[in-house]
């Protein structure tokens, strides 16, 4: 291997651990809170993980060992069925992310009607709306004998086929691309573009709240009131900031290859390795990245991945702990509480100030 396959070969590493650490999280925070797992956009997050998982896990080493060997992998119809698994997860990951963001538009849009508008159920048939128009892409690539080792992406996935069947083959890319990422591309910035239209006018209601309230109470503190401000300004761009940031990573890691595969179809073009290997490795960042963007770095995941770690720390204390022992000190404490002269006597006027505080332990 070269220094760019080196490198190539090493952020290829790095994205497939996050992509199985963080989408492990994900299902885990599912399976451990019937909270999360309950609602429908519960249903759409363990569908988009565990896609990202099989991912990651069936398709990712073999990407790995074609960018270290440069060939693909030697046992009968293995590279088939990879690029079978890697032309049905990648179009459903796309539609999973604007089928989540059509979840949020609704639950933002509507907030009173959103339980009846999309249940779980109504979930899982737009769930099974996805996989069906990804089966029947990777079935008919499958059908044509269109999947097999691409060596400009070092990967088991679409290839060209020979010159007599390019134009069919042209026409089922174009599909396949217009399907599963400018629909999806369209859906996300719709929804997105109403999201931010709602939390807007939510905004300017707080703000209108909040500059009454500041003139109201003019003798406030200057500092207070610099704080009022500066959270109001806040409020102001942190919808913006979210939306911004789902777009410009379905952007990021999805347009590279799409460009790259629409452009592999004119006939003097040559895709560099270098390159189409490297718009192969941020289509699968996606599924490193998605996990933060819509899991865990959100309230609900934070609060399950807390009660799960203080569980495993209730179960790995031993008797002899530092937290069994503060337990002994609290029961001390109590115990000196209860032998204290109660106020109205005089023996100890300095133990009349301890209940204020030490009845918290």
Known sequence: MGPGETLLAGLLVMVLAVALLSNALVLLCCAYSSKLRTRASGVLLVNLSLGHLLLAALDMPFTLLGVMRGRPPSAPGACQAIGFLDTFLESNSALSVAALSADQWLAVGFPLRYAGRLRPRDAVLLLGCAWGQSLVFSVAALGCSWLGYSSAFA????????????????AFTATLHAMGFALPLAVICLTSLQVHRVARSHCQRMDIVTMKALMLLADLHPS?????????????????????????SFLICFAPYVVTRLVELVPFVTVNAH?????????????????????????????VLAGMARQLLKRTLRPGSTHNSSLDLASMVHQLLKRAPRPGSTHNSSLDLMPAWCTRC
């Open 155 to 170: 990967s088991c996935s679409l290839r060209l086929p020979p010159e007599p069947e390019r134009p069919r083959f042209a």
């Open 224 to 248: 207070v009131r610099q704080r009022c401000l500066i959270q109001q300004k806040r409020r102001r761009h942190r919808a913006t900031r979210k939306i911004g940031i789902s777009i410009a």
């Open 275 to 303: 390159w189409g290997i490297l718009s192969k490795c941020l289509t699968y960042s996606k599924a490193a990245a998605d996990p933060f963007t819509y899991s865990l770095l959100r309230r609900p995941f934070r609060q």
